[in-house]
């Protein structure tokens, strides 16, 4: 896989964890995710957990998933948000 192409995947990724994404009713159970800002000021939070999810679908190591998502999150996420909503 292209490194191009896996920056795209998590950022698409980042986009479908972010803590909005969390049904209200899975915010009140005890232990249940919370958001997490993986990058730099200014970059959007995602579910803790969504790091982890992304480098056992994508066989990338723990330890690079949370800067790649946490660069994506800050930088292509908005990119990936408007081709997917065709602006």
């Not at 969390?22 to 800002?37: D, H, S, T, Y």
Request: net charge negative; glycine share 12%.
């Amino acid at each position: 896989m292209s490194e191009c192409r896996l920056v795209e995947l998590a950022a698409h990724w980042a986009d479908l964890h972010h803590p909005a994404s969390q049904p209200p009713v899975e915010k009140r159970l005890p232990g249940a995710e919370q958001g997490r800002q993986l990058g730099g000021d200014g970059t959007p939070e995602v579910l803790e957990f969504a790091a982890a999810e992304f480098g056992a679908r994508t066989e990338i190591s723990l330890w690079f998933c949370p800067r790649l998502d946490g660069g994506c999150a800050g930088s292509a996420a908005p990119v990936a948000g408007a081709v997917a909503t065709g602006s």
